[in-house]
């Protein structure tokens, strides 16, 4: 059985709205984890806190600020 190539864990704060707005950062926050997970490093636990800035986001904004951060942490996979 194969293990888990990382885990996620994403955290959004009251402060950020209400249910229905932080349920949806969450979301979109999994989505653009899962869309990537192969650029992602192994063996890794990725805990992402979502800021206010980011509820104001369209899905393309956000994934292109996720990928920036991932680089910046030196979580992706070197391109091949």
């Known amino acids: 059985m194969k293990a888990e190539p990382f885990r996620l864990g994403v955290s959004a704060s009251k402060k950020i709205g209400n249910a229905v707005v932080r349920n949806r950062m969450r979301r979109m926050v999994k989505e653009i ?18 800021r206010k800035p980011a509820v104001d986001m369209k899905m393309k904004e956000l994934d292109k600020s996720m990928l920036h951060v991932l680089k910046r942490a030196g979580l992706l996979k070197a391109p091949k």
């Open 33 to 50: 984890v899962r869309a990537h997970k192969e650029r992602i490093v192994e063996k890794i636990d990725l805990i992402v806190i979502v």
